[in-house]
Nanobody, 121 residues
Framework: QVQLVESGGGLVQAGGSVRLSCAAS????????MGWFRQAPGKEREFVAA????????YYADSLKGRFTISRDNTKNTVYLQMNSLKPEDTAVYYC??????????????WGQGTQVTVSS
């Protein structure tokens, strides 16, 4: 089993950058693919990015390519999401998740509690 805790969210101006972290407990972290999802008020949770267990493969939502970067450090049991050139529409609660390599929310078994990112215009 894996427990996930996100951090790094907050208030940022449009055009700014934020790096989110997700710390995992459990010795099996490196066996899971990891994903980031986000949920804006009144909207469904949506896929942001995923990274394979080794970190060798990444996948992004088309609309976010070039601005967001997912990475992981298996020695630290941590996955990151670097977000650049932020826009007000990026405002959401960001969740990390552990599961099978996929963009599909249904393939992720473990979830963090989420961290709020608010982008002001």
């Amino acid at each position: 089993q894996v427990q996930l805790v996100e951090s790094g969210g907050g208030l940022v101006q449009a055009g700014g950058s934020v790096r989110l972290s997700c710390a995992a407990s459990g010795r099996t972290f490196s066996s899971y693919a990891m994903g980031w999802f986000r949920q804006a008020p009144g909207k469904e949770r949506e896929f942001v990015a995923a990274i394979s267990w080794s970190g060798s493969s990444t996948y992004y939502a088309d609309s976010l390519k070039g601005r967001f970067t997912i990475s992981r450090d298996n020695t630290k049991n941590t996955v990151y999401l670097q977000m650049n050139s932020l826009k007000p529409e990026d405002t959401a609660v960001y969740y990390c998740a552990a599961g099978r390599w996929s963009w599909n929310i249904a393939n992720y078994d473990y979830w963090g509690q989420g961290t709020q990112v608010t982008v002001s215009s």
